[in-house]
């Protein structure tokens, strides 16, 4: 008889008890590769991006509401919120030197693209 193989053990529950897929954005590489504030990530409601300490920024959450993306960030190092429309072109916010651009992408998702300047 064919033997089967065991089943795959399910991925631990994230440290704060949310989804760890949730944090991943849509691909595999997710926001990690934001750890050095400088990326382009699509991203979806409810998911924190969080960065290397040398920038001084606490972890940014995102909420989105059909075409508007806010971002917000409370901690030691302040606060701010700040809600944009993804379809404007110039949308954009600066904290701390780093710039977040948010964008609605041909299939209907949003992207943000993250800078140091």
Not at 46 to 58: A, E, N, V
Not at 69 to 85: A, E, R
């Amino acid at each position: 008889a064919a033997q089967v193989p065991p089943a795959q053990a399910a991925p631990p529950p994230a440290a704060d008890g949310g989804d760890s897929a949730a944090d991943t954005g849509t691909d595999a590489k997710g926001p990690k590769e934001c750890a050095d504030a400088e990326c382009e990530i699509k991203i979806h409601d409810d998911q924190t991006i969080r960065f290397d300490k040398k920038y001084k920024l606490d972890p940014v959450h995102i909420g989105i509401d059909g075409n508007l993306v806010t971002l917000s960030s409370h901690g030691w190092n302040g606060t701010m919120v700040s809600t944009m429309n993804a379809t404007r072109s110039g949308s954009s916010v600066t904290n701390n030197g780093i710039t977040f651009r948010p964008k609605l992408e041909r299939d209907g998702t949003i992207s943000l693209k993250i800078s140091r300047d």
